[in-house]
């Protein structure tokens, strides 16, 4: 199975509202998400951003989305970058298609009308382009800046804007002005077009590099506010929405009531029957208490018409297989039969949005039921605070509940022993059952125990068990007797080949 690398939500379609606005797609992926549908045809957009943010990439994608569809475009430069330099560039964008060039997309400088003739020739020019060429976009870059350098006066500056967008509005032809500029938001030439995108390349206090993208207006619709992270890549540009902004927070109309096995007999007994269906659930614990363990045990459980999911950040397939197959799990044959499936991503690098957006994409190709994430420290990383992981849980969470999947989180704590305070403030209010595991010193030996911190609606075994890892797993005794209370029980070993996905 392949699992798509297009993101679940909108789907970038030729929208008609039934009104009078026609909307077209902008071939960016995840911008008409943030735009509520797409471009509006025949509607002027500033594009902002500083130099390296990808406000030409994005204008190109456009262009060649317009010709996909089968429409001309035409690319219009007030800068000095030849087309032959940015061609050389595009080259390595999947998008880029030179053979379209000049007939469906066609590029000119216009610099010169520009320098010769002022706003009002190049006005004229631009109108007389579009009625010869008929394209349903024209991109105008480095307009602000040629403008502020034009000599000419704020007013007839922007009594220029004012009749680009009164030329695109009677043509029906999208405008993109692409500029570097940055002008006040209170500056009338934005009260002129009808949208403004914001793109914006930073550096970040602990030296990472950021871009994100911003909608501060859009005529015709609604759309997601706040910074969103982008990324430019080999097929263009990707934006991915703040999964806080797409979530409903309308709960299912009817709340699962039954439970499912954590792979632990010990444990569902601690439980009193298992983990409520659609819930949340982290085991907390250090190094080596066996936290991944208990989700490799909980997705044993998995069937082709129940499927579970592992996703990991810091081991990769071949080591979970392992550590599987010393538990006694036959993974290969789980991954044959289509009741697992696993997914691998190093934990450097991420964007919290991105991850959350291919897990929620391959929960539902998959339409699994049984969910491990391994790791959720590796999501802290691409956040600066901790309000935003929390805002993002609650909004992940939510929408795995929707969706009927039960999820295991393992986060790693620093406290070897049973701790005074967890320091988990970003979970707090996000998850419903939390298990804490944790090492005791009894005379000279070490031991390992397990103790039920929380579990949502329901009462729960509420004193610490000792167990061990063993051959068959986790292995429980008896608080009273020390006798082995429970040994987790497995299916029989099928062979096969688990082969492991990186997202």
Known sequence: MTLSSRPPWGQET??????????????????????????????????????????????????????????????????????????????????????????????????????????????????????????????????????????????????????????????QTTLLLLTNSRRKPSSPEYTMVDGWIEMADALLTDGRAQRTMAVHKHRGGPILRGRHDYVIRSDGITVFPRLE?????????????????????????????????????????????????????????????????????????????????????????????????????????????????????AVGELRAKRLVIDGINALRRPVENTARLHAFLRAFNDMLKTLGVTTFYTREVPQLFFPEALAIDELSGVIDNTFLLHYAIEGDDVRRRAAILKLRDSDFDHVSREYRITSSGLVFRDRDSGRKLQEMATSAPVAGSLAGRTL
Not at 76 to 100: I, N, P
Not at 119 to 134: M, N, Q, S, V, Y
Not at 136 to 151: I, K, N
Not at 156 to 163: A, L
């Open 245 to 361: 902004t797409l979530a409903s927070r309308t709960p299912p109309e009817v709340a699962p009531t039954g439970r499912l096995s954590t792979g632990v007999e010990a444990l569902d007994r601690m439980t009193e029957g298992g983990l409520p269906e659609s819930s949340t659930s982290v085991v907390l614990g250090p190094t080596g208490t066996g936290k991944t363990t208990i989700g490799l045990q909980f997705l044993s459980r998995c069937t082709p018409q129940d499927p579970g999911l592992f996703v990991g950040f810091y081991e990769t397939p071949e080591r979970i297989r392992l550590k599987a197959a010393r538990i006694g799990l036959d993974l290969a044959a789980l991954e044959a039969s289509g009741a697992l499936t696993i997914l691998w991503r190093p934990p450097l690098g991420n964007l919290i949005d991105e991850v959350g957006q291919y897990v929620l994409d």
């Open 14 to 171: 030729n929208v008609d509202d039934g009104g009078s606005l026609q909307r077209i797609t902008s071939g960016v992926t995840n911008l008409d998400v943030l735009l509520g549908g797409g471009l509006v045809r025949g509607s002027a957009y500033i594009v902002q951003g500083s130099p390296g943010a990808g406000k030409t990439i994005l204008a190109n994608q456009a262009c060649f989305e317009r010709v996909r569809n089968g429409e001309r475009a035409l690319y219009l430069t007030l800068l000095s970058e030849s087309f032959g330099q940015m061609f050389a560039f595009l080259d390595g964008m999947e998008f880029f298609d030179r053979e379209r060039i000049p007939e469906m997309l066609y590029y000119a400088s216009v610099y010169g009308t520009m320098r010769d003739d002022g706003l009002r020739g190049l006005a004229r020019l631009i109108h007389e382009e579009i009625r010869k060429r008929r394209p349903s976009l024209v991109v105008l870059d480095g307009l602000f800046v040629a403008g502020e350098g034009s000599g000419e006066t704020e007013h007839e500056f922007r009594q220029f804007v004012n009749e680009l967008s009164a030329i695109g509005s009677m043509s």
